[in-house]
T-cell receptor
Framework: GEDVEQSLFLSVREGDSSVINCTYT??????LYWYKQEPGAGLQLLTY?????DMKQDQRLTVLLNKKDKHLSLRIADTQTGDSAIYFC??????????FGQGTTLQVKP | DADVTQTPRNRITKTGKRIMLECSQT?????MYWYRQDPGLGLRLIYY???????NKGEISDGYSVSRQAQAKFSLSLESAIPNQTALYFC?????????????FGPGTRLTVL
């Protein structure tokens, strides 16, 4: 079956690194995504990674993919208060449908 | 994303009422989706449409119906609203010709059923 799991809450201090984790069950996943939802807004794509990649870096964001363990992580360097949001992991098999995790609420304390 | 708009943004209604939520997009995408978001449950797919004549049920379609009036418009209806349909509803779009299945979301409609 298809299932994506995330922890619900993470709290960090401003300036620290944040690591948000996600596990998935479908080994045939083609793409894996990270979306950000700010309060009162819709989901915004942060980044995605192809299943044949191990890592992708984009400025302060680093995505790591461990296909053997079906584990995806998002690292945010130098976390700022503006990074406070809900972060969703999602997977797809290239069929046009996404399966989302429950979302991780990131709280950044000054 | 201003390219995907949803109306209304907020709605309070009573049990048993018929409600329609509307979604419009200017992205020129062929695929459109409706999700609901509940705290701790993430986003769950209600219906999706890959083309004007191609409409499919998602994982939680019971109690909902949809209409794809044009490529740019996809409406979600609650025929007889019930309190457990209180949630945040999102419309999304994607382009079948883009490599990844990246979806672009509207701002959401907060629906409260009393």
């Amino acid at each position: 079956g298809e299932d994506v799991e995330q922890s619900l809450f993470l709290s960090v201090r401003e300036g620290d690194s944040s690591v948000i984790n996600c596990t998935y069950t479908d080994s045939s996943s083609t793409y894996l995504y990270w979306y950000k939802q700010e309060p009162g807004a819709g989901l915004q794509l942060l980044t995605y990674i192809f299943s044949n990649m191990d890592m992708k870096q984009d400025q302060r964001l680093t995505v790591l993919l461990n296909k053997k363990d079906k584990h995806l992580s998002l690292r945010i360097a130098d976390t700022q208060t503006g990074d406070s949001a809900i972060y969703f992991c999602a997977e797809s098999k290239g069929t046009g449908k996404l399966i989302f995790g429950q979302g991780t609420t990131l709280q950044v304390k000054p | 994303d201003a390219d995907v708009t949803q109306t209304p943004r907020n709605r309070i209604t009573k049990t048993g009422k018929r409600i329609m939520l509307e979604c419009s997009q200017t992205k020129g995408h062929d695929r459109m989706y409706w999700y609901r978001q509940d705290p701790g449950l993430g986003l769950r797919l209600i219906y999706y449409s890959f083309d004007v004549k191609d409409i499919n049920k998602g994982e939680i379609s019971d109690g909902y119906s949809v209409s794809r009036q044009a490529q740019a418009k996809f409406s979600l209806s609650l025929e007889s609203a019930i309190p457990n349909q209180t949630a945040l509803y999102f419309c999304a779009t994607s382009d079948r010709y883009a490599g990844p299945d990246t979806q672009y979301f509207g701002p959401g409609t907060r629906l409260t059923v009393l």
